[in-house]
């Protein structure tokens, strides 16, 4: 099994900036893709970015300009930086590892979430 375990997040101001991390741990033989998602309280679960084992990235337009992904493979952590944060940010954000596990069968697995509030 792959597990998930993330830190970071909390009250935020307006404006505010947040990190996360997560870093993933197990009988892993390799990340394919790790990223990040979040839902707020009504509505579906969405992609906030994600970042392959090439780097190649991928942003959601409503944090684009503001967030940066990035990740450390020998770590197999995954980080994610937003700046300019808006009520809209508000939301629990989880972290999601996808790849080979050490019998070379694929795993999809997601951290438990935290919670990130923006508000003054």
């Known amino acids: 099994q792959v597990q998930l375990v993330e830190s970071g997040g909390g009250l935020v101001q307006p404006g505010g900036s947040l990190s996360l991390s997560c870093a993933a741990s197990?009988?892993?033989?390799?990340?394919?893709?790790m990223g990040w998602y979040r839902q707020a309280p009504g509505k579906e679960r969405e992609l906030v970015a994600t970042?392959?084992?090439?780097?190649?990235?991928n942003y959601a337009g409503s944090v684009k300009g503001r967030a940066t992904i990035s990740r450390d493979n020998s770590k197999n952590t995954v980080y994610l930086q937003m700046n300019s944060l808006k009520s809209e940010d508000t939301a629990v954000y989880y972290c999601n590892a996808r790849g080979y596990d050490s019998r070379r069968e694929v795993f999809d697995s997601w951290g438990q979430g935290t919670q990130v509030t923006v508000s003054s």
């Open positions: 197990g009988s892993i033989f390799t990340i394919v893709a």
């Open positions: 970042i392959n084992s090439g780097h190649a990235i």
